[in-house]
């Protein structure tokens, strides 16, 4: 899930070390801290720094949006890296789009359009060694929005950047009072935590993947909030017009699109909504489930879901539903599958790829829904995201980008990797 900083609070991050002094007469008690505070710019700083810069060390996976012979990887809340991909085996890093707050992207044709905390950014890429913006949506995605609090334009809107960091000393008197302080957040020696009541976080023609919350389709771009579903005209590029919110509930996590249909994923189940209007999608049906994290795909005859526990959904499950669609007002569980730990999940013919976590990828012949016939296990990766597209599946996994070539699922191979530095 994505997180969000809020600019007016005052915060403390603090990581003692505890060292208690015995003296003759009397003990004394000091403790030491890290502390981190907040470096703010306007957003209207941040936005004149946003743009094409050189290749640069990936340090951590984010979503993946395959373009023609280019891939564009996001790295959380930093920007976007650009890959040319035209030689699978030979993936070359050719530049990084510095988007801060970034989490999502799409493209169509010579623009890519990204989130920025709570803005729409869209870039011109036609050069994607000279990218830059071209148009800024404010405050669209309104959830996220907290920078814009009591702001209506850029300059007066402040975010945050980066932390610096100092140590400090204080006797115990001073402690306990942080103990009590509802705007810290620390921890000491002895591993006993205090939460932020408010505050920041201390600094810890394309296809998208299934983890995807950004789908473009048609003159359209989609996008989805915790809670809302959201259209955008996009037929001209430079100037995108916003044409529908529409509340799904609540937990939303993932879109995909498939021909005049979204599937969306939340924590609680599966939303399909209409786009035959696009300006105007509309709720069809939806496939209920237990709690989980759930991204969805499908192939216009079933719609597979993957269901995970350990993380902030707080599921249990871990499985993946094969759900009938033929009646799209009412869709139909089929069967269920275990699984270690599944993300996301991609189907190229009746191939069907599971990134199944810890436990690697799973490639399944799903020929016949009713009896799912494994075909490899790909072990020694701990696998998130992919896209399978014309015989190379493109994996995203916690230590690098792998490529596999799958032309011949009897002998699927690696044909290339590119590290990930966590």
């Not at 502390?35 to 703010?40: D, F, G, R």
């Not at 994923?265 to 709720?283: E, K, L, R």
Request: glycine share 8%; aromatic share 10%; charged share 15%.
């Amino acid at each position: 899930m994505k997180k969000f900083f809020n600019p007016t609070a005052s915060f403390l991050v603090l990581l003692p070390l505890v060292m208690f002094l015995q003296g003759c007469l009397k003990d004394t008690c000091i403790n030491t801290y890290k502390i981190y505070t907040p470096i703010y710019k306007t957003l209207t700083e941040v936005r004149a720094e946003m743009g094409s810069q050189a290749p640069r060390e990936i340090k951590q996976a984010g979503k993946i949006f395959l373009y023609g012979s280019y891939l564009f990887m996001n790295e959380p809340n930093k920007g976007i890296h650009v890959i040319n991909n035209a030689n699978p085996a030979v993936p070359i890093k050719i530049g990084f789009i510095n988007i801060p707050g970034n989490v999502d992207l799409a493209v169509k044709g010579n623009y890519l359009f990204a989130d920025s905390y709570s803005d729409i950014v869209v870039f011109d890429i036609s050069n994607p060694n000279a990218v830059h913006p071209v148009k800024f949506m404010d405050n669209v995605i309104k959830e996220h929005g907290m920078f814009w609090a009591n702001h209506t334009v850029a300059d007066s809107v402040q975010v945050i950047v980066g932390y610096n960091e100092r140590d400090t000393t204080v006797d115990c008197s001073t402690y306990s009072r942080w103990q009590n302080c509802a705007n810290c957040s620390f921890q000491d020696a002895l591993g006993n935590s205090f939460s932020i009541a408010s505050g920041a976080a201390a600094p810890s023609g394309g296809r998208g993947g299934s983890m995807a919350r950004f789908a473009q389709t048609g003159n359209f771009l989609y996008g989805v909030s915790e809670t809302s579903l959201y259209s955008i005209d996009i037929t001209n590029p430079q100037q995108p017009v916003q044409t529908a919110i529409k509340n799904v509930g609540w937990g939303i996590e993932t879109i995909y699109p498939f021909q005049d249909k979204l599937f969306i994923g939340s924590n609680t189940g599966m939303f399909i909504f209409n786009i035959s209007n696009p300006s105007n999608p509309t709720a069809m049906g939806e496939f209920t489930h237990a709690r989980s994290c759930d991204p969805v795909i499908t192939d216009g005859q079933y719609a597979y879901v993957t269901l995970r526990s350990g993380n902030a959904c707080f599921g249990t499950s871990n499985q993946m539903d094969v759900i009938d669609i033929t009646n799209l007002n009412n869709p139909s569980l089929v069967k269920t599958y275990p699984f270690t730990n599944p993300h996301g999940l991609d189907k190229d013919g009746n191939t069907l790829f599971i990134c199944d976590g810890a436990a690697g990828l799973r490639v399944i012949d799903a020929s016949n829904v009713q009896q799912l016939v494994p075909i490899r296990q790909i072990s020694g990766l701990n696998t998130y995201d992919i896209i399978a597209h014309n015989g190379i599946a493109i994996v995203v996994a916690s230590d690098g980008l792998y490529q596999f070539d799958y032309s011949n699922t009897s002998n699927i191979y690696q044909v290339s990797k590119i590290n990930i530095k966590n």
